[in-house]
């Protein structure tokens, strides 16, 4: 048994200043592939990827996600739901398939889709030394999204990814995760709550202390207090209408 994959995704961090080199095609289609034979939901395949290689698209990107990588980085690929090649099987065999994409299980299915196929390729790339970092910052304005890229019902912009050579300065590290067992329930679900509170005291200190040894003492945070100021902010209250918008969601 071989330790290689295990040792890759252990080593994950998310990347945000690449070098100017982009990717060849080649290379992309490869990750392409890849992440085309992650499993997928009953065969349904409801995931394509937009390359998006145009400076001015870049750029329009940028400006809903407000993150610069989003321009500086080796290549740019946004995940797109898409039942739109369902819809043609629809329209030709004159059948009534709307509802499966047009309901929340649909959406859910186009949602894990996508999110597999974007890991596969995540982990692909970062086996070939790129560096990745996903966009849902994209989400920010699904609507001009979809302007942008010219995205046709049945489809739904979920992320981005950047990817690329990690910068020579670029000095991510892999950020502690949540304790092992307070994610992995075996046969039951462990509601004991003073246990669990005890479980997020901790690891709130391993993460402080975390930030606090990378940051020389500039940053002390908690886990807890970083998804308190998150979940509180309320953040793209309009996506059940860009969802509706794109056919989606609606049974
Ligand atoms: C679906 C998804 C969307 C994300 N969106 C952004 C984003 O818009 N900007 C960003 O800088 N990081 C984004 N991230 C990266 C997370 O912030 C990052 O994975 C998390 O903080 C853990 O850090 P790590 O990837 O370095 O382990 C996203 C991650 C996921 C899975």
Do not use: C
Not at 10 to 33: G, N, Q
Not at 224 to 245: A, C, I, P, T, Y
Request: glycine content about 6%; charged content about 25%.
């Amino acid at each position: 048994m071989s330790d290689y994959v295990y040792n890759l995704a252990k080593k994950h961090h998310s990347v945000r200043k690449f070098k100017p080199e982009p990717l060849t095609r080649e290379t992309v289609e490869k990750l392409i592939e890849a992440g085309q034979m992650a499993s997928t939901s009953s065969y349904l395949q409801t995931t394509s990827v937009i390359g998006v290689e145009d400076e001015e698209k870049k750029l329009a990107l940028k400006e809903v996600s407000g993150q610069p990588y989003v321009v500086d980085n080796g290549y740019l690929f946004v995940f797109v739901i898409d039942y739109n090649r369902h819809s043609i099987v629809n329209e030709q065999q004159s059948r009534d398939m709307s509802t499966s994409f047009e309901s929340a299980e649909g959406l859910l299915v186009g949602t894990v889709d996508a999110s597999l196929m974007a890991q596969n390729i995540a982990l692909t790339a970062e086996d070939m030394g790129y560096g990745i970092v996903y966009l849902g910052s994209l989400r920010n304005d699904v609507a001009r999204v979809r302007e942008i890229l010219d995205l046709p019902e049945y489809t739904f912009p979920l992320f981005g990814m950047a990817l690329g050579v990690p910068a020579d300065d670029e000095n991510g590290s892999p950020k502690p995760r949540l304790p092992l067992e307070h994610v992995f329930h075996v046969d039951t679900y462990n509601k004991d709550r003073d246990v669990q509170r005890q479980q997020l005291a901790d690891y709130d200190q391993t993460v402080s202390d975390y930030y606090k040894e990378r940051t020389q003492g500039q940053r002390t945070e908690t886990w807890s207090e970083q998804v308190g100021n998150f979940m509180s902010s309320k953040q793209r209250l309009e996506m059940d209408h860009w969802l509706k918008n794109a056919g989606f969601n609606k049974k």
